[in-house]
T-cell receptor, first 115, second 112 residues
């Protein structure tokens, strides 16, 4: 069964450093998303991406965040200058369509720890 | 009012019990509704979509009441493997495309 993959599974970084989280969505999916979950809190939407541009972003997704699809398979989330409060689990997701009822498939997540 | 609100639990039930979870959402224009399951430190996984007519998948039954903005999940004959956090998820709460809005989740522990 096809699945979304993410690397690394765990990233530890110093405050102020840049990190890039990587995702490989399911191959025939066209819509890509990033969500985050701070420990003990709910899953929160960050950004959606389609046709090489951002479709929607949340208030969390400020100028420190960016997304890119550098090639035909990878989808990345970059945090330019990490803060302590960026520590969270980051989930990538993908879907075939954006019809609303179409399932979003989630990757296993990258646990980001900012020291 | 929170966008998606759930009782956090935990619900501790014996194996074989029937358990029901409830959820309310704030935006009457919301389009699609789901229950996801999340195991500890794992990704959310779709359990089932929720339709106005109600739908059933084996031991799981989901109901939607648009007038009350209320969603429910019923688990019959609960198994140890059902222990997880159940997430109520709504699409389009704030009017944006395919953005999923999650509740905080209800924790279920099924015990022997």
């Amino acid at each position: 069964e096809p699945e979304v993959t993410q690397t690394p599974s765990h990233q530890v970084t110093q405050m102020g450093q840049e990190v890039i989280l990587r995702c490989v969505p399911i191959s025939n999916h066209l819509y890509f998303y990033w969500y985050r979950q701070i420990l003990g809190q709910k899953v929160e939407f960050l950004v959606s991406f389609y046709n090489n541009e951002i479709s929607e972003k949340s208030e969390i997704f400020d100028d420190q965040f960016s997304v890119e699809r550098p090639d035909g398979s990878n989808f990345t989330l970059k945090i330019r200058s990490t803060k302590l409060e960026d520590s969270a689990m980051y989930f990538c997701a993908s879907s075939r369509m954006t019809s609303g009822i179409d399932e979003q498939f989630f990757g296993p997540g990258t646990r980001l720890t900012v020291l | 009012r929170k966008e998606v609100e759930q009782d956090p639990g935990p619900f501790n039930v014996p194996e074989g019990a029937t358990v029901a979870f409830n959820c309310t959402y704030s935006n009457s224009a919301s389009q699609s509704f789901f229950w996801y399951r999340q195991d500890c430190r794992k990704e959310p996984k779709l359990l089932m979509s929720v339709y106005s007519s109600g739908n059933e998948d084996g031991r799981f039954t989901a109901q939607l009441n648009r007038a009350s903005q209320y969603i429910s999940l019923l688990i019959r004959d609960s198994k140890l493997s059902d222990s997880a956090t159940y997430l109520c998820v709504v699409n389009g709460v704030t009017g944006g495309g395919n953005k999923l809005t999650f509740g905080t989740g209800t924790q279920l522990k099924v015990e022997l």
